[in-house]
């Protein structure tokens, strides 16, 4: 009877033990599995899936774009869910980002004090900066979160910042004026008649904030008004607009040609305005559709799978570089030139990688050009 | 009104070459002083006249001594008459023109000093010192044009690298702008007081003058005018000094006090603009319902919804500029650019072409061209444009470039 029992509880474990193997290796990973919850939330917020009803193509995969999740909450940003302490050291400041039950503090210490605020907002899908509150203003943290190094580092540009107290050591103390700048790009309906609305904001770039109209254009559907009506409400198409006008549009947040150098930004910060580098190329042509962000970027696919393969990017420019390729700048222009090193992989030499002020940021440089052995960064 | 000279010039010791008296205002009233002197002697290294002949009566060495003497003993008419003589002798003494230039200065002579410290010039156009000196003479004359031409020459050769000669200049300076309706060039200078912690009812009445566009110097106010540009000063030195509450406060006060004053929307608008161009446009907008024929609000604020890329909304108000002021090269570009840009590539290249002609160095005027030729599809100039761009404001600060 007990040799029964035994053998009972040995088949048990026999069966119950590749059972509880198979569900190790099936199990997902936690991070993944918060991941995958930060984008269900996002993917059911906004009129993203009202968008995605009749433009399912454009709307569904947007949200999980870096800029469709540019602006998290700490209870939905994967990078702190995922990095649940973070620390690093700069001058005498000591900085530690900790996500513990859907609440991320950011804290900063001299050693003999700390100041430790909740992160209200997280500001970008690769690498990432915080906002926090302190006594009634906003501040963007000294440090940010880097991919490249999966880790803390100084925040672009406040490296030139040299705190001399705890309170400045916090980070880069922000305007109003500033403060809606910075939701108004990574946030939707963020501003209203130029006062800042963080309560009825989305979070992200969503359909409206490019598709003007949208809400209205939605209605009009909603109510079951005539196809006419309807039609009527369609927000302007952004596809018409040529290079020049789609670099103007996307310039709004990343900056245009003009800004650029009404700003001064000299050097390799200016790496990481795209549409300034790409205007100084020999290639840009203001109505050539062929070279226009949205040529290269559709807006509405998630940059970071395979779109990042310099193969992916091969079609694009044998459109103008190919022998077969048509010259629409007509007879009086000569036809862009064949390369005569290589037919493929074509922005690893012409657009290189390039590293903000040797910072752990990297950005490729839509400057595209001969690139030089030791030449120095165009500006 | 200046002060005399004889007190500072028992007072040899002093290391700056002009003094900035501080009065109420903590703004400078002009007092050269001996320091002058000293330094402009030292820096023309003048060999002094012999000694050896100074003996006979009537002699330069005798007339210079004699007028030394009368310096000495603060009998300034005496010393003006003897140092005259000596220089009918020896045009070519060159601290002797000086000499003569100050004390007239500081008997309120201002006319004898211009032409005295002109003869000093005639011999020495570098002397910074010299030059600062006959353009407050002629800001007191009157003669705004040439003294605002003479301080900012000054400080140039470097009269103003002392702290408070720095202010005397700059303030002069400030004022002539304005009086010369370089406003905003005053309203620059006027943040260089705030920023040494300077404030006083004049200087705020005299940043108002600069603000609301008035070509006038505070003493040129009636009475009773002062308080609203005192106001507008004030508002001014709130937003200058970095508090944007309290400026926003007072201006909104100051519109409460005195509503539809030209030029005040334009105003808060333009110190907005670098940090807030969202309420920026919004004062613009206000300035030209207050002042529809307001040329240079309208194009302000149609360049600023160009800039934005709104050029469907700037059309209607560059239109209206340039209809009121076609002779400016800003009407002409911002007309041009917002036809561009709203496709009508033709009558813009013929606006913009215009305003090349007007100003062909204007940096807006080449970053319109850049952007009009990109979308005409020519590339060729489109790139030259934009070099063109790189390289001047590699030369020089656009970075708050406005029409």
Not at chain 1, 43 to 51: D, E, I, L, N, P
Not at chain 2, 95 to 114: H, I, R, T
Not at chain 2, 300 to 309: E, N, Q, R
Request: net charge neutral; with cysteine; charged share 20%.
């Amino acid at each position: 009877m007990r040799n029964r029992r035994a053998f009972g509880w040995l088949a048990l474990l026999g069966l119950a033990l590749p059972v509880w193997l198979v569900a190790q290796l099936w199990r997902p990973d936690p991070v993944s599995a918060e991941q995958t919850a930060a984008k269900k939330k996002h993917a059911h917020s906004g009129a993203a899936q009202a968008c995605a009803t009749c433009h399912a193509a454009e709307a569904t995969e947007q949200p999980f774009t870096p800029m469709g999740s540019t602006l998290e909450l700490p209870d939905s940003n994967p990078v702190v869910l995922k990095h649940s302490f973070l620390t690093t050291r700069r001058g005498a400041y000591t900085y530690s980002v900790e996500t513990k039950a859907g609440a991320t503090i950011y804290s900063v210490t001299d050693g003999q004090r700390t100041i430790a605020l909740p992160v209200l907002w997280s500001v970008g899908a690769n690498a990432q900066t915080w906002l926090v509150e302190y006594e009634g203003r906003l501040y963007e943290s000294m440090v940010s979160y880097y991919p490249a190094i999966d880790g803390l580092d100084v925040t672009t540009a406040d490296d030139v910042l040299k705190p001399e107290t705890l309170e400045a050591a916090i980070g880069r103390a922000e305007t109003e004026a500033q403060t809606k700048s910075c939701f108004n790009c990574h946030a939707t309906h963020a501003v209203t008649e130029d006062e800042l609305t963080l309560k009825t904001m989305q979070r992200g770039v969503t359909c409206e904030h490019c598709h003007t109209g949208t809400v209205e254009h939605l209605t009009a559907i909603q109510q079951g008004k005539s196809a006419g009506s309807a039609q009527a409400s369609t927000p302007p198409s952004l596809g018409k607009l040529n290079a020049e006008q789609i670099s103007t549009f996307c310039g709004q947040c990343h900056r245009t040609w003009e800004d650029v150098v009404r700003g001064g930004t000299r050097g390799t910060p200016n790496v990481r305005f795209q549409a300034y580098r790409l205007a100084n190329s020999r290639c840009f042509d203001g109505t050539d559709s062929r070279i226009s962000c949205v040529a290269c970027h559709d807006p509405h696919r998630d940059l970071t799978s395979n779109r990042t393969e310099p193969a992916f990017y091969d079609a694009k420019c044998l459109a103008c570089h190919a022998a077969r390729a048509r010259n629409v700048a007509g007879p009086q222009r000569e036809m862009p030139k064949q390369c005569p090193v290589a037919g493929s992989g074509c922005v690893t030499c012409h657009m290189p990688k390039t590293k903000v002020l040797d910072g752990p940021s990297e950005f490729t440089d839509h400057e595209i050009r001969i690139v030089r052995t030791g030449a120095p960064y165009p500006n | 009104m200046p002060q005399q000279l004889g007190a500072f010039l028992k007072r040899p010791k002093e290391p700056v070459c002009l003094r900035a008296r501080q009065g109420v205002a903590g703004i400078a009233v002009l007092r050269p002083q001996v320091g002058v002197w000293i330094v402009l002697a030292a820096a023309l290294a003048l060999p002094l006249p012999a000694r050896s002949q100074a003996d006979s009566p009537g002699s330069f060495d005798a007339l210079v001594s004699a007028a030394a003497g009368a310096r000495d003993a603060q009998d300034f008419p005496k010393a003006i008459q003897l140092t005259e003589q000596a220089l009918k002798l020896q045009a070519g003494w060159v601290e002797g023109w000086w000499l003569l230039g100050s004390m007239q200065f500081n008997q309120n002579d201002f006319a004898g000093a211009e032409v005295a410290l002109s003869r000093l010039l005639d011999l020495d156009p570098d002397s910074g010192p010299a030059r600062a000196m006959r353009g407050i003479a002629e800001y007191q004359t009157g003669d705004f044009a040439t003294a605002l031409s003479d301080i900012q020459r000054a400080i140039a050769l470097g009269a103003a690298n002392s702290a408070q000669n720095g202010m005397l200049l700059r303030y002069h300076e400030a004022l002539l702008l304005t009086r010369n309706n370089r406003f905003e060039e005053a309203l620059t200078d006027y943040g260089f007081f705030l920023k040494a912690g300077k404030s006083s009812d004049e200087l705020r009445t005299a940043m108002g003058l600069a603000g609301l566009r008035v070509p006038l110097l505070p003493r040129e106010l009636g009475r009773g005018q002062q308080e609203m540009y005192e106001a507008a000063g004030r508002a001014i030195a709130a937003y200058q000094a970095g508090d944007d509450a309290a400026a926003r406060l007072q201006f909104q006060d100051f519109f409460q006090r005195f509503p539809n004053v030209p030029w005040s929307h334009f105003l808060y608008g333009y110190l907005l603009y670098s940090a807030d161009s969202a309420g920026a446009l919004r004062e613009w907008r206000r300035e030209v319902q207050v002042s529809p024929d307001n040329a240079t609000a309208n194009s302000t604020l149609a360049w600023a919804l160009l800039v934005k890329d709104q050029p469907a909304d700037a059309l209607p108000f560059a239109q209206k500029a340039e209809s009121l002021a076609a002779a400016k090269p800003m009407s002409q570009m911002i007309l041009g650019r917002a036809l561009a840009e709203t496709g009508d590539l033709d009558r813009g290249f013929a606006h913009l072409e215009e305003a090349l002609k007007l100003d062909p160095d204007n940096l807006e005027v080449h970053f319109a061209l850049a952007k009009a030729d990109s979308l005409a599809g020519r590339n060729l100039d489109a790139q030259r444009e934009r070099l063109y761009c790189l390289q001047a404001e590699s030369t020089r600060s656009i970075a708050n470039a406005q029409p």
